[in-house]
């Protein structure tokens, strides 16, 4: 993914530029106090702590980023409007009118991670004796651009997600013709053996290559679903979210979303 930045957490100019027509106006100040922290400067605040892993009341505060608090209601509030959708989005319409997105095949998997607080989305972890935990669900393309990400309670089966994690791949612009947002094959790993979702597929004109349970290894498609592990290899990457600290899913949430588009941002400056 290029060389790593000695700072990942300072927004740059081409990525405000995509950033900034997406965030919210603030609303009229009603009452006089300190000025406003700057939405650039918060952002670096927010992706500091997504780097770092740090907790929001320690953000120091000669960064100039603004306090933890700040960059939390401002993350929640970017949340809510929608504003990593749309980045993402965005994102993908770039690599499509580069034709960098290859739709021929997508490839989907699922991470868990431990919770360290019991809230909405989390469960008995069948991996971590039944401590709370999430899982990541992540649908790539072949290359292993990322399409939807998905997060659920640690004790749901992965097979259970992967309609509505196709679902939540968004329609994609920039090339002749419609949107797309189907890929031609679904390749998946024995968790998602299930003749119900097979047929499922198909009935969505996606041709199903999904190992079976009860075979031997070896069945070769870990030369073309590797991407997807690498993704989230990349997604993990970023300290806040190899455990899930937040109670609220919507926060953790958010951090997923804006981790997705940096990946999805580092494959347009390669590719495009």
């Known amino acids: 993914m290029g060389k790593r930045q000695s700072r990942p957490w300072i927004v740059s100019d081409e990525l405000w530029a995509l950033v900034e027509p997406l965030l919210p106006k603030p609303g009229p100040k009603l009452v006089e106090g300190r000025p406003r922290v700057p939405d650039r400067q918060a952002l670096c605040g927010v992706l500091f702590v997504l780097h770092t892993g740090i907790q929001w009341e320690y953000l120091p505060q000669e960064l100039g980023f603004g306090s933890g608090m700040t960059c939390w209601r401002r993350l929640a509030a970017w949340n809510a ?43 008995p972890s069948p991996v971590d004796r039944a401590r709370p935990g999430s899982k990541h669900h992540v649908v790539t393309d072949a290359r292993g651009i990322p399409l939807a990400v998905s997060l659920t309670g640690g004790n749901r089966n992965d097979v259970t997600q992967l309609l509505p994690l196709l679902d939540k791949i968004p329609p994609v612009a920039g090339d002749v ?3 797309r947002h189907r890929p031609d094959a679904l390749l998946a790993d024995r968790g998602y053996d299930h003749d119900k979702y097979r047929r499922l597929l198909w ?61 999805t941002y580092r494959h347009v400056q390669r590719l495009c």
């Open 203 to 263: 009935q969505r004109g996606i041709r199903p290559v999904i190992a079976r349970r009860g075979e031997p290894h070896g069945s070769g498609l870990g030369v073309f679903r590797y991407v997807v592990e690498r993704t989230i290899a990349w997604l993990h990457g970023f300290r806040r979210l190899r455990i899930r600290w937040e109670r609220r899913d919507d926060i953790h949430e958010s951090f997923l979303g804006l981790a997705t588009c940096l990946i």
């Open 81 to 123: 409007a929608g504003v990593w959708d749309q980045l993402h989005v965005l994102l993908l319409k770039k690599l499509r009118s580069a034709k960098k997105l290859d739709w021929s095949r997508a490839v989907i998997d699922s991470s868990h991670v431990r919770a360290a607080r019991k809230g909405p989305k989390s469960g």
């Open 177 to 179: 013709g419609r949107p």
